[in-house]
């Protein structure tokens, strides 16, 4: 375990200016009901549907929000990043809508359709492997030879404000919540939601989700020190990360209010009532927030709870055999 000190944290006020510099950009993404967890909950559920997002995830807001804030020198320089998936998609939209190059790090076991995505956005995809690679040090390499601006997945200020957005329209559109429930990879979307959260609704309760195989966090939270793990292995594949990010930990340490831990069996069942029900694509990660809510429904009835469904991208016939039971 390691205590870090983290640089200036983002304010709600970032996240109000990355609101603005979002606008024409990013999708105001629709919040949805459902009779049948209402009844199953006896409480309000809003669903706040990033699956329909450009590019299929939050990460957009993150990336665009940060690409846009770049120096005419760095944006003909371009940018690199490295992630699982989504916000590789997200960086190199982001990078083709403002007119730079973007250099992606993916791990050479990313979804097919999110490594097709990436390079269909024109990324240049450099791939490694999870399991004994380092991609943080790969991108710094590469940013270092080439001169590029690395822009991480979510320890970034300008990320984290960004994220925080669609918790912020979410709260606008229905109004205070009582608990808010967000999955977790590494802290930028619960950081920036929890931005949101404590501006917009500060008597809500706001909670972290990650997969069982990878609570990092929980174990981060629980004992006041980021906790470095390996990589997990779990279908939540946006929330294999190591560890949490500095800037978004010193963020959930001080608002968020618990961090929970979900099953893989528990994330597919998820998966299957937002198809079956409510006629969606979520991706495992996706489905995290609502996995967590169904385990604590007691403890939630007469509440207004508000679920961020991070992403839809993943790939058809693993979506097919997880919802199926056939794997």
Known sequence: MTIATPPALPTFDDVLAAERRLDGHAHCTPVLRSRTADAEFGAELFFKCENFQRMGAFKFRGAFNALARFSDAQRRAGVVAFSSGNHAQAVALAAQILGMPATIVMPQDAPTAKLAATRGYGGQVVLYDRY????????RELAE?????????YDHADVIAGQGTAALEL??????LDALFVCVGGG???????????????????????PEAGNDGQQAFRSGAIVRIDTPKTIADGAQTQQLGVIPFAIIRRDVTDMLTVSDAQLVDAMRFFAERMKMVVEPTGGLGFAATRAMKADLRRQRVGVIISGGNVDMARFCALVTGDV
């Open 132 to 139: 004994r690679d380092d991609r943080e040090a790969i991108g």
């Open 145 to 153: 030879r080439h001169g590029l601006t690395l822009i991480p997945p």
């Open 171 to 176: 709260i606008d559109e229905v109004g205070p």
């Open 188 to 210: 930028g979307l619960l950081a920036g939601s929890a931005l949101a959260m404590r501006a917009r609704s500060p008597q809500g309760k706001v909670y972290g989700v990650e």
